[in-house]
């Protein structure tokens, strides 16, 4: 077999080497688990597979008598050879008692011979030929396909949180036992290593020793690192993708109301088809669309605390909603005419809930009656003696018009002239038209009376809208 030869002294040349003046009485060794051998003109490094590395420690002495003594030069020239560690930072530098020492290492790049001349001084040096031999070393397998040195391991992507392993195989398909090299540890955390090849076993031929390379990144975004086995280089690289959004359960809202009418408290609750995998939280909005069109705003229809909207949180493995009060959350269906719509949003999910709020008649919440109450003169109808009553309510139609006012003597007798009727139905359209509080609305009768006002002990009002009459109770003075 023919070996490509990467640096070679011939011997004839090198005799000259072989040895240093008696007057440098300088001596060469080989050091060995603390025993030293003579070094001698030609040191063999033996054969070292490819992507593997073979260190000797040296030792160089003086025996002479001039002190100190110093090494004033150091040279080595070879491919594949180097010093990665010496007792010295700089020249010169004296020869102690106990010697020098220092560290070549042989690496092959490829199979062949090598060699290197390793010189120390010069006029009164010595010097010596280091040979060695790269033979085939391991090959790579990944995903049983054959990796060539300086071959990207790529992983792709992979989930923030999830991990990716890939194997690679260091296979000795020589006919001689192999050593794998030191493996170093990989910086960063994104990527880490395992696997019985980390230990430097010694790979029988036909065998091989595994080597796990594990992804796992911390975050999204390109991530990169080297893989160093002995002198070659593998590029590692993956991609982190971010963790798809949990799948959360369908949600539906339930709707709690006595009766579906104005000026009434309900509560909602949130329920989930199945647990929750994890915390999560929602939001419950509300929604109102009025029956008229001509219908503005009204404030009154809004949860508790005044607003449209109510969070709610679900706990892992929870199947309810809690609001900030509780399981349900207090709504108000206002005092307007339409249909209240509750949306549940709970992740990409969302349900409906509607409830119709029918047209009413006036509804009366308070009626109040008054003798003689003071006046401006400047008033129209302001005498002394009079009756007012006060009408607190709200019409969800928006239509109130006609008014009918009765007064009752002690004796329950009508008082005349009897029923008074009034159209207010242009007041009404005005007011309701500025106001933003609904169907609500407060209202304040004044009547002047000729004679004795305490003869008046009672009243009843009629209040017309386009869904029928209210009448009151009577109202006492």
Known sequence: MIRRVKWWVPLAAAACWLAPPAAAQLSLYTVQDGVATAAGAIYDFGAV????ASGVVFRLEYTGSATPYYLTYFSLLGAGFSVPQKDWTELPVAIPASGLNFTV???PGEP???????QLNQTDGISTILVATGVPGFTFLLNNQA???GQTVAFGSVQVGSTETLKVLLANQTGAALTVPAIPPLTGSDFSLSGAALSGPVVAPGASAELDVIFAPG?????????TIGELDFPLEGAGVAAPPPVLPPPSIQVSLAVAASAQQGTVSVSLASACPVSAGGTVTLAFQPLSAAAVEDSSIAFSDGSRSANFTVAEGAATGQFSAGPTAAFGTGTTAGTLTFTVTLGSNTAQANVAIPPAPVGIDAAVAARNVGCLPSEVYCTTTNVQLQINGWDNTRSASQIGFTFFDS??????????AVDAASDFQGYFAGSDLGGVFGLAAFFPVNGDANQVVAAQVQITNSAGTTETARITF
């Open 105 to 107: 290492q042989f690496q």
């Open 411 to 420: 004796a329950g007798n009508e008082i005349a002239p009897g029923a008074i």
């Open 147 to 149: 990796l060539a040195p």
């Open 112 to 118: 062949g011979s090598y060699g290197a001349n390793l």
């Open 49 to 52: 597979s490819v992507g593997a």
């Open 219 to 227: 975050a999204a975004g390109q991530r990169q690192a080297t893989l």
